[in-house]
Each structure stands twice: as structure tokens, then as C-alpha cells.
């Protein structure tokens, strides 16, 4: 698929500028992504035009902020294809929306002896939450393994999640070994057994088109500032049943129906959920990310991004003692690729390529379990998204390839 990368890229204001006497090749996508103008306009526009609290007020701007606030809402909606907008819950990311799941469904739902299965390639978000959830009901966890490409071993997945299970928790891609999980398959394992599934969208929404319908999860948590938004915006959709059913972990104003001396009660879906003034502003702009993202559309920005894995992955698999971690084929992967140099620090091959303006992230990504598995205590890791190019991957390579120079001659 090819789309008109050029004229994408001037969207993107920061993108034009040099690092280190270079033109910036920004390949950190994984961790956050650029913004456009569209997006930034819309921040703007709200804070110079349309600043007011929001389901309040009666006065104009009051009111314009509530009706962009909630058209967005209904963006992310039509965004993921959920049934109503009372299953779209506004968050801070996807770390709050994975917290309010452990907390205020999954605290009532499992019990000691019960178990919560995970798989090896999950962030500390979709870990952390459910460790503490373990250890105050007296819950297991069980781990799914992974193949040796890096691929979830379903065989062993159809294995831990037994009758026993209660939440299955796994990340919908991820964010260090680039594949995509089969979700629907481990939807329906899930609910074969009793069991809900619990999925974190952050590496998948922004990357292709998302159905939580088609996918039959029952929760699934995603990142604004992934996907052009600002960060500090989030979005946890639930099947309404189970957020009637889930209670809010946070209180006090917007979250409430009435309120009494010794008790009160909350207020319909989505707004039980979200207490106090919520980030208007970054609400609003990820409703015009959505915009923009959809314009371009997703299937087409899916099948661009496949395409410049296809170009970039054998180039890289040809630089001797360069070890990639995840599947061979270009096409099991999402932008992700996660790379070491045999005898180079990850920190150092990402101060390297950020001499020559290139921006990559070097450490654990927050998945230490996993990179225990893989048996490494880091990887360096290049992320794309559309506005990237194929200049850009060259650029990669070339930097990649006058590094591994430096470390073994000392010469650039």
C-alpha cells in the first residue's frame, strides 16, 4: 500500500528539525507518537475558544465543551465498533484502564485457588496489576509460553486456561517482539471456560482496524498519546454487562447520582467511572487524532506499515551480528523490531544512532519477564508508524551498519 508519504509527513511539524547536525529519523513510535497539526490545532482550539468545564454548565462555552468532549466519545466508538458509548470509558491510558479492570471488576470476580492467565510477552502494565490482585485474594498466576519465534504457543495457551481460569490478560501485540496475538481464538478459549478476556490494545490500535465486536473481548484498554493524541488520554472499553457489574475505584465529583450524609450513589455508564474534571482537552484532541487517523484510513495505514516491515526486516536480518527478536517473516510483525549487536550495549547502539539523528529506545520496555525468556537484560528497539518512509529505514540501516563499524575499528 502506498500512501502519500510526503505530503503525511508535513502534518507533522516536529519531524522537521535536526538532532546532532542531522535531519531527525524518529523511530520511538512504540513508546509515544507524533502529533499532527490537526491535532495540535484542536488543543488550541479549545483552550483559546471553548474552555469550560464539562456536563456542568448552561452557559455557551460550557456547553460547546461538553459537545465536543462527547463527540469524541462517540468517535471512539465508531473507532473500535463498540455497541453504545456507555462501554467507552475515558482514562488517564492504558495503565488505568488495566488497574480499574483488577480492581474494581476482577476484585470481586476471583477468589482464592482461582487463576489469572497472562502470557510471557506482557508490559509491566498488564502484569503488575494482576500480581497485586493475586496476592490480596490468594490467586495464581499462570504464564503462557511462547514459540520460538517469539509467537504465543497456543497449544500451551489451550493448557493454562482451564476451568480454574478467571481472567485471561494478554497483550493484543507486543510492544518488544512485534507480533500480534489471536485474539479471537483466545476470546473464544477464554469463554469456553468461564473465563473473560482482558486485552491490551496499546501496540494495536493505532497500527490496524479494531472491532472489539468481531474480537468478542470483554475489556480492552488503549493509549491516546500511541495513536496522535496527547498523552494523559486513555480509553477502556467493557461489554456493558460487565461495567454494570465492575465498581469504580476512584470517587467524588461528575462520578455520582446522589449523594447523602452516610452513603451515595453513582451515576449511569460511562460517567460512574469517571470522577472529577476529566482532561477535556486531551479528550477532545484524541477525538481529532480519530479524525485524522480515519481519514487515512486504518486498512491503509496497516498495509503501509507491513510494507515498510517487508522493505527495512531483511536488511536488517542481513547485517552480520545483528540479532532480532520475533518472528522472520515480515509478515507476523507490526512496526516493532527489537534488535542486539553481538557485544555492543543496547544503550550504546541508541546513543550511536542518535548521533546520526535517529531516535530509537534502548532498555526493558517495561517487560522484564519477557526479556528474562528471551534471556537478555535489554534490547535496543525501532518503531515505525506511517509517517515514516523508506528513507527513513535506509537511514536505519546505514547508522546501524556505521556503528557496528565504530565499535569494532573506531571509525565512523
Request: hydrophobic share 40%.
Amino acid at each position: 500500500m502506498t500512501l502519500d508519504s510526503e505530503r503525511i509527513k508535513k502534518d507533522f511539524p516536529i519531524l522537521f528539525q535536526e538532532v546532532n547536525d542531522e535531519k531527525l529519523v524518529y523511530l520511538d513510535n512504540a513508546a509515544t507518537t507524533q502529533k499532527p497539526k490537526q491535532v495540535l490545532q484542536a488543543i488550541k482550539q479549545y483552550y483559546t475558544q471553548d474552555n469550560a468545564n464539562v456536563h456542568r454548565g448552561v452557559h455557551t462555552l460550557a456547553e460547546r465543551a461538553t459537545a465536543s468532549y462527547e463527540r469524541a466519545r462517540q468517535k471512539v466508538r465508531q473507532f473500535i465498533h463498540a455497541d453504545s458509548v456507555q462501554e467507552v470509558l475515558f482514562t488517564r491510558g492504558t495503565t488505568t484502564g488495566l488497574n480499574w479492570i483488577a480492581r474494581g471488576y476482577a476484585e470481586k470476580a476471583v477468589q482464592a485457588g482461582d487463576e489469572i492467565v497472562l502470557s510471557y510477552m506482557e508490559h509491566h502494565s498488564n502484569i503488575v496489576p494482576w500480581q497485586q490482585l493475586a496476592k490480596r485474594v490468594g490467586a495464581t498466576l499462570k504464564y503462557i509460553e511462547l514459540t520460538s519465534d517469539g509467537e504465543l504457543d497456543m497449544a500451551d495457551a489451550k493448557q493454562k486456561i482451564t476451568a480454574k481460569t478467571k481472567i485471561v490478560a494478554v497483550a493484543h501485540a507486543s510492544n518488544v517482539l512485534g507480533v500480534v496475538n489471536p485474539i479471537q481464538e483466545l476470546a473464544q478459549l477464554a469463554h469456553e471456560n468461564g473465563a473473560i478476556i482482558v486485552v491490551d490494545g496499546a501496540q494495536s490500535t493505532p497500527h490496524m482496524p479494531v472491532d472489539v465486536q468481531v474480537l468478542d473481548v470483554d475489556f480492552f484498554a488503549f493509549s491516546g498519546h500511541k495513536l496522535c493524541a496527547p498523552t494523559g488520554i486513555g480509553v477502556l472499553y467493557g461489554k456493558q454487562a460487565l461495567l454494570e457489574q465492575m465498581e469504580p475505584v476512584e470517587f467524588g465529583g461528575e462520578m455520582i447520582d446522589f449523594v447523602y450524609l452516610q452513603e451515595s450513589t453513582w451515576s449511569e455508564l460511562p460517567y460512574k467511572f469517571e470522577a472529577g474534571t476529566p482532561n477535556i482537552g486531551g479528550g477532545i484532541a484524541l477525538g481529532a487524532a480519530i479524525d485524522y487517523l480515519d481519514e487515512i484510513g486504518m486498512a491503509n495505514i496497516h498495509a503501509y506499515e507491513a510494507e515498510l516491515v517487508a522493505y527495512v526486516l531483511p536488511k536488517l536480518q542481513a547485517i552480520e551480528g545483528l540479532k532480532i527478536y520475533g518472528p522472520n517473516e515480515a509478515s507476523k510483525r507490526t512496526g516493532v523490531i527489537a534488535f542486539n549487536f553481538e557485544g555492543i550495549h543496547p544503550h550504546d547502539v541508541a546513543t550511536a544512532l542518535d548521533m546520526e539523528g535517529i531516535a530509537v529506545r534502548a532498555g526493558h520496555h517495561c517487560a522484564q519477564p519477557l526479556l528474562k525468556y528471551l534471556d537478555t537484560p535489554a534490547t535496543a528497539r525501532a518503531s515505525f508508524y506511517f509517517y515514516n518512509t523508506k528513507e527513513d529505514a535506509d537511514r536505519l540501516v546505514a547508522a546501524l551498519l556505521a556503528t557496528k563499524e565504530f565499535f569494532n575499528h573506531g571509525t565512523f
